[in-house]
C-alpha cells in the first residue's frame, strides 16, 4: 500500500510498504477513504517529539471502510467508521473512567519503558505519533490496522460526507474537552490562545456551552478572521498588548478561564519565547511555553486555565507563583476521544456543529509532503489539509 | 536476623520479603539505624543488601478475581503465554522446570513449587544442584474498592559458586526487573482485553 512516512525532521515521503494484517483478535483493516495532517503531525515534522524511527507511517486524523475483520472485533465489513487518535482497551481501570488517553492495555508493554521514565507512568498507545505511545502505523496511508475496533471505531451513517464526520477523530473532542475542560459557567468569559484547528473548535465549543464571550488571540490574520466567523473576538498579538486588552474587554476583572491551544511550538518575539525556542532548537529539553505562561498571567483569580495544546517534556521559568497564589485550577492531557465522539456526532447530524468551514485545502495522500510544506510554512492560508488516498496528484 | 550476614539463606530472605515480613525487612535495611521505619516493602530500600542475592518485584493491579489469575500462574500452559522468552514449562507433580530462551540455547532452571495457597499465593524454589539459586513468589491480594486483585511478583537469585556463566549474564542484558515487569503487564493486557498489545502491522512483524 503506499503511505507517508516520516524519514527526519522535515523529511516525508509517500512510499509503498507491505499492507496491514489482522494481528490481533479484536482488530480491524480499515481502507482509508478520508485522513487529514494534525497540528501536532507538525510537532512530529519538527523534530521536536521524541520516539520516532525513520519509516513510520504518521497520521492519526482518519476513517474509512471496514474491509476485514477479527473473531472479536464488533464491526463489519463495509462499516463506515471514523477511529479515535487513541488507542484504548475499554477494559481497564483508566478506560472505565472514561480517561482512554490513559489505557493501561494498548501501549506495548516493550514501549512504556521510556513514557514511564519521562513521565512516571506510561500512557495510551496512539496512531501515527512516538514510539513512546506504541509507534502504531498511521492512517495517512491506504490501509490502517485498528486494534480494540470493538471499542474506539464510531460507526457513520451513510448520508454524511466524510468532511463533516473526519474530524471526530481528534480535533473536534480535543476542542470539545478543552472548553469542557474550562468549566465554563454563566457570564464567563474565555480566552483561547491559538486559532488552528483545535483552537477554533475550543472557540465553537465555549460558545456552544454558553459562554459569554469568547476572546481569541493569533497573529494570522486568515485564522483571526475564521475565529471572528465563529463568533469570538480577537486580539492580533503583533497589534496589542494582550494582557491588558484582556483586563480592558472583562471590566478590569480577567478572563475566567483561558485555553492554551498552541502547546510547544509557540511563535512571537517576547523574549522568553525566543530564550524557549533556542533551548528547544539545541535540544536541551526545555519546552516552549510562552503561551502558557501568558495564559496563567492573564486568567482571573481562582480561574480555570484548560491545556489542549501539546506539550511533550520539561519547562522553564514557569510561573508557579502566579497558579500559587491566584489558586488556579489546571486541566489537560490527550483527549479522551471515545468519551466525546457519539455526542459530537450527534451534535453534527443534528446541524449544530460543522466542522468543514475549517478545511482549506483538499490533496490527493500522493501530495501529502506538499501539504506538511504549505501547512507548516504558511500557515495563514492553510488551516487545514484533508488527504483522499487514491485521488489524482495535483500539479 | 540480619541484614548484613552474607550467608543468609535464600528460604529465610524470601519469607522476609513476603507481605507480613516486608515491613522486617524494611527496618533491617534503614542505613540510619535511628530513624524510625517506613511503610515500603523492603526491595524499594535506597540501600539494600540481601546477602549476596539479587532481589526484583513489581506490584500490578489487574482488574479480575484472585482465583482467575491464581489459575493463570497455577497453570503452566498460561505461563508462556505472557513470560516472555520462556520456552517451556513441564510440570511433574511439585517439580517445575522452567526452559529459557538465550541467546545460547535454553537454559533449563528446576524447580519446586515450596508454597501453594490457592488463590493467595505460589513460590518456587530452585532445586539443589540448579545452576542458578532462586526463589520466585506470587502473591494475589484484594485491590480496594473493587479494583481487582493487586499481583505482586518477586525474584530473589544468586549464581551459584564456581559456575561460569551466571544465568544473569546469560540473558545477555536483559534486565531481571523490567523482564519481570513486563511479564506481569502481558499478564494484564492478556486477563482485561483477552489479547497482548502489538503495534506490529503484520503477524510476522
Known sequence: MRALTWHGKHDVRVDTVPDPEIVNPRDAIIEVTATAICGSDLHLYDGVIPGLVPGDILGHEFMGRVVETGPKSTLKKGDRVVVPFTISCGACFFCQQQQFSACD???????QEASE???GHPMSGLFGYS???GGYPGGQAEYVRVPFSDVGPIVVPDGVSDEQVLFLSDILPTGWMAAENADIQDGDTVAVWGCGP????????ALLMGAHQVIAIDHYPGRLDLARKLGAKVIDYTQTHVLEALMEMTGGIGPDAVIDAVGMESHGFAPDRIMDA???KVGIGADNVHALRMALMAVRKGGRVSIPGVYGGL???FPIGALMEKGLQIRTGQTHVQKYTRQLLHRILEGEIDTTFLISHRLSLEDAPTGYRNFHGNQDEWTKVVLTPGAARGT | MTRRSPDLPLAATVLALSIGAGLAVGKAMQSNPKRPHDSAPGRTARRSSFGGYQVVGRTVTIKAPRSRIYEMWRNPDHLTDFMEGLAAVQVNGN????VID?????????TRLVEDRRDEALAWRSVEGAEVEIEAKVQLRDAPAGRGTEVEAHIAWRPRAGIVGQWAARLRGTDPKIRGKQDLKRLKMLLETGEIATSANRKAD
Open chain 1, 278 to 280: 533556542l533551548k528547544q
Open chain 1, 131 to 133: 514510539h513512546m505511545t
Open chain 1, 117 to 119: 521514565l519521562l513521565y
Open chain 1, 105 to 111: 492495555n494498548s501501549n506495548p508493554v516493550e514501549k
Open chain 2, 102 to 110: 538465550t541467546p545460547d540455547g535454553h537454559l533449563s532452571i528446576e
Open chain 1, 315 to 317: 519547562a522553564d521559568k
Open chain 2, 95 to 98: 517439580d517445575v522446570t522452567w
Open chain 1, 198 to 205: 483545535v483552537g477554533l473548535f475550543a472557540i465553537q465549543s
